[in-house]
T-cell receptor, first 114, second 112 residues
Framework: SQKIEQNSEALNIQEGKTATLTCNYT??????LQWYRQDPGRGPVFLLL?????KEKRKERLKVTFDTTLKQSLFHITASQPADSATYLC?????????????FGQGTTLQVKP | SQTIHQWPATLVQPVGSPLSLECTVE??????LYWYRQAAGRGLQLLFY??????ISSEVPQNLSASRPQDRQFILSSKKLLLSDSGFYLC???????????FGPGTRLTVL
């Protein structure tokens, strides 16, 4: 069956450290993988998109890797800050023609402690 | 610039009552529109999507329906709410040809 999985347990790290979140999927062949941030009671906000032919993408303190052989994406936040505390969702796309449908993981909650 | 609105922000309804949630997008034309539901501590479940006026696709069989009477308006409805319909409902839009979705602020629905 098709699955997309993220660390179900919350990730607690100290301010200044690098946070690494994992997204694994099975039985999908996505053209894109996206990461979103969601704060409590708010809608998700787009952060980064990586294409299937890209290995790595960076944006400021954020870095995403995409390994289509392992069917895994890693999301890194360097020099983490308490303001980075949120739930991070990965989403697969480009798997259903032009519908633009996204398949979301359940999200990983990150808590950065000062 | 584009903005997306949802209302109401919160709603408490009794079991068996009807439902109507509205989503509107401003500053764009012919967007793809999506309704998601998020249960507590869970990921987003796609309920409906629409690629144009009166063109609605349902992702899961359920107690809900969707309509798109205008290009930038998307409505989620139910004739009789169930307890299991409680959750956080999110509307999203996607520019044609783009891959990213942009989400509204959401509606928190509690069915008692």
């Amino acid at each position: 069956s098709q699955k997309i999985e993220q660390n179900s347990e919350a990730l607690n790290i100290q301010e200044g450290k690098t946070a690494t979140l994992t997204c694994n999927y099975t039985n999908y062949s996505p053209a894109y993988l996206q990461w979103y941030r969601q704060d409590p009671g708010r809608g998700p906000v787009f952060l980064l998109l990586i294409r299937e032919n890209e290995k790595e993408k960076r944006k400021e303190r954020l870095k995403v890797t995409f390994d289509t052989t392992l069917k895994q994406s890693l999301f890194h936040i360097t020099a983490s800050q308490p303001a980075d505390s949120a739930t991070y969702l990965c989403a697969l796309s480009g798997i259903s023609g032009n519908t633009g449908k996204l398949i979301f993981g359940q999200g990983t909650t990150l808590q950065v402690k000062p | 610039s584009q903005t997306i609105h949802q209302w109401p922000a919160t709603l408490v309804q009794p079991v068996g009552s009807p439902l109507s949630l509205e989503c509107t997008v401003e500053g764009t034309s012919n967007p793809n529109l999506y309704w998601y539901r998020q249960a507590a501590g869970r990921g987003l479940q796609l309920l409906f999507y629409s690629i144009g006026i009166d063109q609605i696709s349902s992702e899961v069989p359920q107690n809900l329906s969707a309509s798109r009477p205008q290009d930038r308006q998307f409505i989620l409805s139910s004739k009789k709410l169930l307890l299991s319909d409680s959750g956080f409902y999110l509307c999203a839009w996607r520019p044609p040809g783009d891959t990213t979705q942009y989400f509204g602020p959401g509606t928190r629905l509690t069915v008692l």
